[in-house]
């Protein structure tokens, strides 16, 4: 099968930058297949991005290339990066965005992206999805060699995953992500943690197999599918009852106590 | 030609879960061809969902499986469908989202989804779409047989689709759905009402071929693409100029009186 | 390859209407590649749909076909037009989209698209996308003659581009759009102006080079992607921070003075 590039980006829907980015690929490796992660990532939110990236990665086919564009130092002497898991290769602003991607396996190879002769020329200083990352994507879905992209990087930016603290017989976490339909995402493991969970110090409830086994309209927490609990409301949203936001403290016992 | 898939689900765009779906569906059917219907149906809306399937499906080509994401009890003991008519396939949570499916064409086969060897493990309580849906719907995009799905269902849930009441001359009738213009869809057939249209007794103007044919600004009743009369303002949006739900009231006169 | 078709809409993610009309595209062309260009265009703003789909067409593939369908006239007697540039091709409704698209390359043929053997029967009076533009771009991407879609247009509603003016050593311009990030695209070139940038008479700043080269939260001019300059905020926007909306009145000094 042709390459699979998944795209992650911050562009929205309404401007063309998407549609236009699937059109440089498409001139370049017209056999490409590309699929869209988000692109409604909050704007130039990093770690968003990087939480979704972070979700998203073990399930896609090996070999698919994740090319991420949440750029807010476009244009400026930021790094640009490729990336090589056993599995998945990813090409992205040296921001962080790609920080948690390796929770899904551990980088093999990085590289910093300086051969502009791959980039469309001329090069704007506000849109490198178009002229840099997606004719560079575009080359190795044709089968273009990542050595030509640039050298090995010995260092990039990376922030730390935000990893529960215990203190006194509770866990303390905090909210990940908020998704569609109001349900915060933690960072608490269902197996760390017991008892009752509390939102900003406000009861939330205990862990429950699934959103149906509160009533209607009743908060509860769930074993959530990226692995974390989640905070919900059933047929109801957790963010809107409970104003959720991303960020706020979450705790509960400590499994292990 | 490989597979078309169809995705309906209320996922939104701003998580990732419909470009993970893709990467489970593309993992394990490499050659499957996927579109999108639509996933900014209200939240959990079932009967929404129900509406833009029946619009979309007659108008798929031939042997198309549309896979049908809107599942509030996702996680509890709710059952999975797979049907299938002469045209085309489906498979959904047994919620009711296929009950107006089968105006396009009578199901065949219908089947209650139960072989776990073919979801991916572990099956989270929360995303289905992940874990459930979208493996299957690989497994049969790659030829797999039906009838290793499950057996056979003998029932299922359906809700009746709301046909207009005719009293006293006149046809009485509801909204059925609000489209991004603010065209107030109905369940009204152009061939069976006359005379007036009127939303919650208010009076909108009689039917007219097309928007151009009222004045810029003025409400008119028009044959709707889905073979219903449908309430608009040419050049404005009749949801907001007239306060418009899903649900309202409208009504005409009967044109058989 | 496969034939490509470049889909700009204002239909929408929440109804099914951009999938019905690659639905109906892939029933009669099943090889076809369809990209989304956007189809959040504000509902049937001509003007920003010509602004967007002159931004994207000089970047996609030889040979694509862009489907627009911006149509406040659907269902009246407004012709339909095809036309061809020598790298790619279009259809859209006669009502001004395709007058900025020639700015990429000049149309060297252009037709009154009439021929209705080639549309889905009963045409609507209300949805032309799925009844008349896809399957007469599914005849064309399954290489149908244009010769068959009608007579020679011998002319078509366009409407002028609105070039800045220079007055008293200054050029006076306009906001031609505002983008996901705030940025407002004006309609002036980088290298015919000079000096500082005001937006309504309220000072802007000078050119820079990229957003990173102001201060986080000031103002600034970048020379933007499409090709002008933009007004933007760094990390923010500058929509919100300058009231900023299409039509606004720009100026700078003059280049040449």
Do not use: C
């Amino acid at each position: 099968m042709s390459a699979l590039i998944a795209l992650l980006t911050d562009f929205g829907h309404a401007d063309p930058f998407v549609g236009i980015m699937k059109g440089v690929i498409l001139a370049r490796a017209p056999e490409a297949r590309i699929v869209d992660v988000s692109h409604e990532t909050p704007p130039q939110d990093i770690r968003a991005a990087a939480f979704r990236l972070m979700e998203a990665v073990p399930y896609f086919p090996d070999g698919t290339l994740f090319v991420s564009v949440i750029d807010p130092g476009v244009g400026s002497a930021r790094g640009i990066l490729w990336a090589r898991s056993d599995r998945h290769s990813f090409l992205a602003p040296d921001n962080g965005i790609l920080g948690w991607a390796e929770r899904a396996g551990p980088f093999r190879e990085v590289r910093a992206v300086t051969n502009d002769d791959l980039f469309l020329k001329p090069v704007s200083a506000t849109f490198h999805g178009r002229d840099v990352f997606a004719p560079v994507a575009a080359y190795l879905a044709a089968g273009g060699n990542a050595s030509a992209l640039g050298l090995a990087a010995v260092s990039w930016t990376r922030f730390e995953f935000p990893e529960p603290r215990v203190a006194k017989g509770r866990v303390l976490g905090t909210v990940l992500a908020i998704d569609r339909f109001g349900n915060a995402i933690t960072n608490l493991r269902p197996a760390a943690v017991a008892g009752t969970f509390r939102h900003r110090r406000r009861v939330v409830g205990p862990l429950r197999s699934h959103y149906a086994a509160a009533a209607p309209g009743r908060a509860l927490a769930v074993p959530g599918s990226s692995g974390f609990v989640e905070l919900s409301v059933r047929d109801g949203s957790f963010a809107a009852k409970f104003k959720a936001r991303v960020g706020d403290p979450v705790e509960a016992l400590d499994a292990a106590a």
